[in-house]
């Protein structure tokens, strides 16, 4: 869960279901963490975890996220927080200045987000719900 919030891949991650197939390591981790009272042993299996997660993602083929996914999954990290389009490029690192403007613009000509500000200065926030009808 935190993890998700510093990447959307991590919410797509199968942990749990890497963490049953190795629960007897997992319990084993936790054990030797608490015995020696020191988390170690425990961050360093979950960080194999992970890794092997991530490397089974990286072995399947690469989903193309569309202008609505990303907006959709910026909201999940940027919360109601004002945002630039260069935060919007640091998080969507494989696309386009051009590609993230055009989502951008996409995005408040739907009534999803609203600007402020113009060129260099603009920022962004999603709208409350409650200001449009637009359910993201």
Known sequence: MILKEYSPIFEF???????????????NASGKSDNQGTSTFFIEFMLKIIKNALEDLLKVQNITLTNSDRI??????????????????RVFKNISAATASRDLKVAVDDGIIEKQG???????????KKQNNVHI
Not at 72 to 89: C, E, P, V, W
Not at 118 to 128: A, G, I, P
């Open 13 to 27: 991650l199968p942990i749990e279901t890497l963490i049953k197939l190795k629960q007897k390591e997992y319990y």
């Open 72 to 89: 959709i999954n910026l909201k999940d990290i940027i919360g109601i927080n004002f945002f630039s389009r260069q935060d919007y490029l």
């Open 118 to 128: 113009d060129k260099r200065t603009t920022k962004h926030r999603y709208k409350n």
